[in-house]
């Protein structure tokens, strides 16, 4: 894929190259969507946390950690992004089922709940780095044992944090509502991902920021984060 040279973004892009460190079939088709060329780099830096990081707290980090995994691999002229996504239901990390009856339970802790997903991700090159975290929350109705069966015996749920894709199918049947970035639940918040992108191409000084509590939410009175 070339850079469309009337993207808003192809002036700051000249010359550079962007690198995303993932293989994750959502992060790629959020990037492509955006309309920038790239080449996929997978970090394969652990994704392991103490039990002492706070939930909000792990995305950020094990984004970081991805991006410092891959940083000896940039030239010059490439601009690297990673991501890590979380699912979290009251304090408890739902992660990637090891198994379908894991698969079960965690959808059937998060039927008819509020949770938050949260997407930490890392902007980095040779001379700056970015860091930010998103947060979007989800109630899911009530889910029959039927629809969860069918659910996780015909869809790829072991590679997806709290074992669903908001695109799957059973986000169409059991996603009630949604506060905050449908695409940050996917993987990658791609509004605040691509402002601060152009932010970032736009400083010429080397600089270091995080935004822990970034948080692309709005408020209601029936939720509860």
């Known amino acids: 894929m070339k850079m469309d040279k009337s993207h808003p973004l192809a002036h700051l892009l000249e010359g550079k190259r962007i690198v995303l460190g993932s293989q994750s079939p959502r992060r790629i088709e959020i990037l492509s969507q955006l309309g920038l060329p790239f080449e996929c780099r997978p970090s394969h830096a652990p994704e392991d946390h103490d039990k002492y990081t706070k939930a909000e707290d792990v995305p950020q980090l094990l984004a970081h950690r991805k991006a410092e995994y891959l940083r000896s691999t940039l030239a010059p002229n490439e601009l690297l992004i990673t991501a890590d996504t979380i699912v979290i239901l009251g ?18 802790k998060l039927s008819g709940q509020w949770h938050k997903v949260i997407t930490g991700y890392c902007i980095l090159s ?100």
Not at 91 to 108: R, S, W, Y
Not at 152 to 162: E, F, N, S, W
Request: aromatic share 12%; net charge negative.
């Open 91 to 108: 304090e408890e990390i739902i992660e990637k089922p090891k198994n379908l009856a894991d698969a079960k339970c965690f959808l059937e």
């Open 126 to 225: 040779h001379d700056k780095e970015y860091q930010a975290s998103v947060e979007s929350s989800i109630r899911f109705a009530e889910l029959h044992p039927d629809e969860i069966e069918y659910y996780i015996t015909r869809y790829q749920v072991l590679d997806k944090a709290g074992a669903y894709g908001i695109q799957d199918w059973i986000g169409l049947i059991g996603v009630a509502e949604i506060r905050g970035s449908y695409h940050n639940v996917m993987g990658l918040p791609s509004a605040h991902l691509y402002s601060n992108l152009k932010k970032f191409l736009s400083w010429n000084k080397t600089v270091e920021i995080s935004e822990s509590k970034n948080f692309d939410q709005t408020s209601g009175a029936n939720c509860p984060y």
